[in-house]
């Protein structure tokens, strides 16, 4: 059974950084395409960026365009999320997902069936 798990969130300043890691456990982790998403209070949850597997094709959705980057380590089974220049608009608890079904777009909720708890971001200004 696949189990993610996920580290590296806090509060941080606006105009901050933080890194956050999804440790990977079960099955063949460079075989899976992974995802961040994220929810903010009373909002939907969104899509943040993708990564395929294999060498790894990054993508960023519109909230993460020239500040956040996606990264996997298949070597040690972890996909990060570099954040920079951080805003409280960003703040949310941050899933990182894998990519069960292919149904939709990288973005579709419904494609995902296997997420972390979530680690949560507070970006104060």
């Known amino acids: 059974q696949v189990q993610l798990v996920e580290s590296g969130g806090g509060s941080v300043q606006s105009g901050g950084s933080l890194r956050l890691s999804c440790a990977v456990s079960g099955g063949t982790f460079s075989s899976y395409d992974m995802a961040w998403f994220r929810q903010a209070p009373g909002k939907e949850r969104e899509w943040v960026a993708y990564?395929?597997?294999?060498?790894?094709?990054?993508y960023s959705g519109n909230v993460a365009k020239g500040r956040f980057t996606i990264s996997r380590n298949n070597a040690k089974n972890t996909v990060d999320l570099w954040m920079n220049r951080l805003k409280s608009e960003d703040t949310a608890v941050y899933y990182c997902?894998?990519?069960?079904?292919?149904?939709?777009?990288?973005?579709?909720?419904?494609?995902?069936?296997?997420w972390g708890q979530g680690t949560q971001v507070t970006v104060s200004s």
């Open positions: 997902a894998r990519r069960t079904k292919y149904s939709g777009s990288m973005y579709t909720i419904a494609d995902y069936a296997v």
């Open positions: 990564i395929s597997q294999g060498n790894g094709i990054a």
